[in-house]
């Protein structure tokens, strides 16, 4: 049996779109995801950034909810220090109200954007210890009780929900604290690779059932990956050029929505070392890239992340993955 394949969206926004196009063409993706098979689909918070529309996940999420029937809908993920607990309890246990046992809540520690706008977000520690005590709030938030371990406040709209919870994490440490939480980890090598390995391995070897947040039997990994799908190697070269771009502008400082593809001999940021974890071309040559990742990694699942300008191109490459994969 295949892999199980998910899906990562930062809502982005091309050239000459707006936030509302963004969202728009997400939720559409959303559908097609749903009707092709995916495990999931989680967005991913970000402030600050012109070109993605994925900062309040809770309504993006709710959203993709409505529009679809079977596809798991989570964050990947909620960046903690940006929020208090207590409220991103009632939050996803009311998504988990609205909308059964669908929702996931991954949590991050990182911020998400730059320095100053975090600042701005700041409700609570990113520290490991205080990371680790408000996933064991929000556990006894969604617990049968519905009140958190360390304080005797209660959450009406989340006790009951049993919303599973998932550590996010790019390095050893994030690792660490996954495997001892007891959690699955999911990892973002999509854009982060230069710990791939050494953080799977650490998150196994550390993996506790004995931890009070403990919520699974076994370690459970989820990989990010880039992918681009289209009929040809040549055609999935060039429109993986508009995530090359991005990560030119990123480096550079420039301020940009996504750009059109260009021509790969001279499109900036197509051969960033951040980008190598990657699965573009033909739907042969893509699935036969994604295998090796997963053989390389032992990976559980595989979370994918495709940027595109023209939306029509990104969804035709998640049916196209869809349709040799599953």
């Given at each position: 049996m295949a892999v199980p394949l998910s899906i990562l969206d930062l809502v982005s926004i091309p050239e000459g779109s707006t936030a509302r196009d963004g969202i728009a063409a997400s939720m559409s993706a959303a559908r097609a995801a749903d009707d092709a098979g995916y495990t999931r689909l989680w967005f991913a918070e970000h402030h600050?950034?012109?070109?993605?529309?994925?900062?309040?996940t809770s309504l993006l999420i709710s959203q993709a909810a409505t529009v679809t029937e079977r596809i798991r809908v989570g964050s990947g993920g909620v960046m903690l220090p940006n929020?208090?607990?207590?409220?991103?309890?009632?939050?996803?246990?009311?998504?988990?109200?609205l909308h059964g046992d669908r929702i996931d809540l991954g949590l991050g520690r990182a911020p998400g954007t730059d320095m100053m706008t975090a600042q701005a977000l700041s409700r609570s520690s990113a520290e490991p210890q205080a990371f680790a005590q408000s996933i064991?709030?929000?556990?006894?938030?969604?617990?049968?009780?519905?009140?958190?371990?360390?304080?005797p406040i209660s959450s009406a709209v989340s006790a009951g929900t049993e919303v599973p919870l998932w550590?996010?994490?790019?390095?050893?440490?994030g690792a660490?604290?996954?495997?001892?939480?007891?959690?699955?980890?999911?990892?973002?090598?999509?854009?982060?690779?230069?710990?791939?390995?050494?953080?799977?391995?650490?998150?196994?070897?550390?993996?506790?059932?004995?931890?009070?947040?403990a919520q699974i039997e076994?370690?459970?990994?989820?990989?990010?990956?880039?992918?681009?799908?289209?009929?040809?190697?040549?055609?999935?070269?060039?429109?993986?050029?508009?995530?090359?771009?991005m990560f030119a502008d990123l480096h550079s400082g420039q301020r940009?929505?996504?750009?059109?593809?260009?021509?790969?001999?001279?499109?900036?940021?197509?051969?960033?070392?951040?980008?190598?974890?990657?699965?573009?071309?033909?739907?042969?040559?893509?699935?036969?890239?994604?295998?090796?990742?997963?053989?390389?990694?032992?990976?559980?699942?595989?979370?994918?992340?495709?940027?595109?300008?023209?939306?029509?191109?990104?969804?035709?490459?998640?049916?196209?993955?869809?349709?040799?994969?599953?």
């Open positions: 600050n950034t012109v070109n993605l529309a994925a900062s309040a929020h208090a607990p207590l409220m991103v309890a009632e939050q996803y246990g009311t998504l988990a109200n064991y709030d929000l556990q006894g938030w969604f617990g049968t009780e519905g009140q958190a371990h360390s304080t550590v996010l994490g790019s390095t050893v440490n660490s604290i996954a495997g001892q939480l007891g959690l699955p980890f999911s990892l973002a090598s999509h854009f982060a690779p230069d710990q791939l390995d050494e953080a799977i391995a650490v998150y196994r070897d550390s993996f506790s059932t004995e931890a009070p947040t076994a370690p459970y990994v989820m990989a990010g990956i880039n992918v681009m799908v289209a009929d040809t190697d040549a055609e999935a070269e060039r429109e993986f050029t508009t995530l090359g771009q940009r929505k996504l750009q059109p593809p260009v021509d790969p001999a001279t499109a900036p940021g197509v051969d960033n070392p951040m980008l190598r974890i990657k699965a573009v071309g033909s739907p042969t040559t893509a699935v036969q890239q994604l295998e090796e990742f997963a053989e390389r990694t032992g990976a559980d699942e595989l979370i994918t992340v495709t940027y595109a300008f023209d939306p029509a191109v990104r969804e035709r490459s998640l049916q196209l993955l869809a349709e040799h994969w599953f």
